[in-house]
């Protein structure tokens, strides 16, 4: 295990559902990142946070909506997805932004219906 | 802009033969350089780094990359394959000094090592 814990491993959802991805990290590192991992294409980089504040919007969609209310957890909302938004999300730390050895979790497969 | 090139979708290899997954990249300014590996139904795992020094790094499993300033690649090597390498590997690459601090990642090249 990499100490990066992401629920639930797997989520399928409506159109016009409501959900959310979560991001546990046990390491006492102080940034996190969400990333998009679609098949046969580079890791898409979201959102990142850095001492719980966003310091990277990778241009993402308003349906995707992240939170940090600590350094140890991270979430994703997500609202009237489309369904070239399913993918692999991934969540990862790192001690610092600064610090690009980053532990990632085991994702989130989404399928939006 | 930085960025990195994986060539190759897949390479194929027998187990005991030397591997090589290639990766180039496009930075401004000197670049930190990572391979990752991803196994089925995991997150990636850092494998090795490049920042200063040495050309040849060194990093865990056996694996060794080599950064090539002039031909701008860190392409990733092993000198015998084992069946249980066979996974996705990334390569990722970020200024050193100037620009954008977070990684950029490739899209990934398939190892699959035959028995």
């Known amino acids: 295990e990499t100490g990066v814990t992401q629920t639930p491993r797997h989520l399928v959802m409506g159109m016009t559902n409501k959900k959310s991805l979560k991001c546990e990290q046990h390491?006492?590192?102080?940034?996190m990142y969400w990333y998009k991992q679609s098949a046969k294409k580079p890791l898409e980089l979201m959102f990142v946070?850095?001492?719980?504040?966003?310091?990277e919007n990778n241009s993402v969609p308003s349906r995707f909506s992240p939170e940090c209310p600590n350094s140890s957890h991270l979430f994703l909302h997500l609202h009237t997805l489309q369904p070239e938004d399913s993918a692999l999300y991934l969540c990862?730390?790192?001690?610092?932004?600064?610090?690009?050895?980053?532990?990632f979790g085991a994702g989130t497969r989404l399928s939006v219906l | 802009a930085q960025s990195v090139a994986q060539p190759e979708d897949q390479v194929n290899v027998a187990e005991g033969n030397p591997l090589t997954v290639k990766c180039t990249y496009s930075?401004?300014?000197?670049?930190?350089l990572f391979w990752y590996v991803q196994y089925p139904n995991r997150g990636l795992q850092f494998l090795l780094k490049?920042?200063?020094?040495?050309?040849l790094v060194k990093g865990s499993y056996g694996f060794e990359a080599e950064f090539n300033k002039s031909q701008t690649s860190f392409h990733l090597k092993k000198p015998s394959a084992l069946v249980s390498d066979s996974a996705l590997y990334f390569c990722?690459?970020?200024?050193?000094?100037?620009?954008?601090?977070?990684?950029?990642f490739g899209s990934g090249t398939r190892l699959q090592v035959q028995p």
């Open positions: 990862a730390s790192s001690q610092e932004e600064q610090e690009n050895i980053q532990y």
């Open positions: 390491l006492g590192h102080n940034a």
């Open positions: 946070y850095n001492f719980k504040e966003q310091t």
């Open positions: 930075v401004s300014g000197n670049p930190y």
């Open positions: 490049y920042i200063t020094g040495d050309n």
């Open positions: 990722a690459v970020r200024a050193f000094d100037t620009g954008r601090r977070a990684l950029t």
